[in-house]
């Protein structure tokens, strides 16, 4: 199933429900919606892109990031949306990586983008731009290409500990299942509802559109384009009805600013918080501002929107006797999966023992591309290995315990160590490094990297903050350097990143 027919649909059922907003003002009907997705697709198909091709968005938050979305699929096409946020040299490799044909993006991307895009590329349109505002004149696509479920559809980069991000392949019927695992779990959408993207469009709340064209919905974007907590709330109480996903640091934010400002969310609907651990006084606060708006959806990009759910009844139950044990967890397998933890060896754990976590189901990844050695390292006996560790209780109810790999979440995006590792190494006065992640108030994690120079040189913070701005992400670069005489490590000399966390916090 293409989801452009649910675009379609919805246009041919509803086609004056109001469908994008810019802020608070409506620029797009379904109607508008469906028109401008067709005639991009037409132009896609006029440049010969189609099934097997792939698309990038390099894109801040914007409504045309639907628009292109959907003309992309409308074609037949497989999307790659990129995180902005990205260094223009990490976006140039994903885009070599996936064999990119053309790039859609916003002028800030456009711009950081230029003196490194790959030569595959053949193009890159720019929203707001007359080349982009000229795709709506295209001649459009009658109907969306057919799909089948086993069609790539969403192309999705995320960082392995290798320093090398993979690209999850997301097909039609993975995305069918995490439809019909978050109506079957949570709610089904109407009209009147509309979902708010703070977050990026590029990974977690990009995933949510599914569930608002499907009943005609509103697809509301900040003017910002990001993440401000008071045009947020302003947001909801003018556009009312809001759902939106937030990483638990945004909520803490939002719960922070709402009670400096005395606001209780008016207008907001539904909260679903992912992305990273959320601490339990975090949303008992949260829950004390703001009321039972809160829902938890726990997954990743191998296996989106899909592995467990904690819905409101649970969030809002104080009255079972474990009720802070759940509140703590991540909640039960969804409908559509089958949960398990387990051992090295894949055996399963006692309840209560803590041990990797495994899903299966049809919402799991159809692989990395490109990367069979790593598809077969996650995917082993038709079970994904999250990484996560976890345990389960009695009841099927899922705790997460510390990460089998050392990833750092901060502000709701993930850095892996290994990666600013690497770049500082490549650093002369660097001899050796390890990152770690030191609790924020603000952010969850801040990256800190913990440093032995070489001998008989000192360090140079700006050297080393330059060396990352000139490469990587800023939010992947160290707040803090620690310079240390050597690094803890055991018999075997691997570094002991658990005695570094406990030295970056003390200090």
């Known amino acids: 199933m293409n989801p452009a027919e649910w675009l379609r649909r919805a246009a041919a059922t ?37 099934p097997g091709d792939r698309v990038a968005v390099l894109m801040k938050n914007c409504t045309e990031y639907l628009e292109v979305l959907y003309g992309i699929w409308w074609v037949g096409a497989t999307a790659i949306p990129i995180n902005a946020k990205l260094h223009g040299k990490e976006a140039a490799w994903i885009l070599e990586n996936a064999g990119a044909r053309l790039v859609f993006a916003t002028a800030d991307t456009a711009e950081a983008l230029a003196p490194v895009c790959p030569d595959g590329v053949e193009k890159v349109i720019v929203a707001g731009t007359s080349g982009y505002i000229a795709l709506y004149e295209a001649t459009p696509l009658g109907n969306p290409v057919e799909m089948d479920r086993d069609q790539m559809l969403w192309l999705f980069y995320t960082s392995g500990t290798t320093g090398r991000p993979k690209g999850v392949m997301i097909t039609a019927g993975n995305v069918l299942a995490m439809v019909a695992g978050y109506n079957a779990d949570l709610r089904s959408h109407v009209p009147e509802d509309a979902a708010l993207y ?30 401000d907590v008071g045009e947020v709330l302003d947001l909801a109480t003018e556009v009312r009805r809001v759902s939106m996903f937030a990483a638990p640091t945004m909520v803490k934010r939002m719960t922070d600013h709402a009670r400096a400002h005395g606001r209780d969310g008016d207008g907001l609907d539904l909260l679903i918080y992912a992305g990273g651990p959320m601490y339990l006084a975090d949303i008992l606060e949260a829950c004390d501002q703001f009321g039972d708006r809160f829902a938890q959806i726990y997954g990743q990009g191998e296996c989106p929107m899909g592995i467990t759910v904690l819905p409101q009844a649970y969030v809002r139950d104080r009255d079972h006797p474990r009720w802070q044990e759940r509140l703590s967890g991540v909640g039960y397998q969804q409908t559509v999966s089958r949960v398990r933890v387990v051992d090295a060896a894949g055996r399963d754990l006692p309840l209560g023992a803590v041990g990797e976590i495994v899903v299966q189901g049809p919402a799991v990844m159809q692989g990395y591309w490109r990367n069979p050695q790593a598809t077969a390292d996650t995917i082993r006996d038709g079970w994904l290995w999250t990484g996560d560790m976890g345990a389960l209780d009695a009841d099927g109810f899922l705790t997460l ?29 660097v001899a050796e490094v390890a990152v770690v992640g030191r609790p924020h108030a603000d952010w969850g994690e801040e990256v800190v990297a913990c440093i032995v120079p070489v001998a008989g040189q000192g360090l140079d913070p700006a050297a080393l903050d330059a060396l990352c701005r000139d490469n990587i992400a800023r939010f992947k670069a160290p707040k803090a350097y620690v310079v240390m005489e050597t690094l803890p490590k055991n018999n075997y000399g691997k570094v002991l990143k658990t005695d570094l966390r406990i030295v970056v916090q003390d200090g």
């Open 14 to 50: 509803a086609p004056d429900n109001p469908a994008l907003y810019r802020g608070a003002e409506c620029v797009a009907d379904y109607a508008g919606f469906a028109a401008r997705a067709a005639a991009i697709g037409g132009a896609l198909a006029a440049r010969g892109i189609g």
């Open 198 to 227: 703070a977050a990026p469009m590029s990974h977690g709340a990009g995933f949510y559109n599914f569930l608002f064209v499907i009943p005609a919905a509103r697809h509301v974007v900040p003017v910002s384009g990001g993440f």
């Open 401 to 429: 315990h510390d990460r089998s790999k050392d990833m750092i979440v901060s502000g709701g995006s993930n850095v892996y160590p290994r990666e600013v590792e690497e770049l500082l190494l490549t650093h002369p006065d």
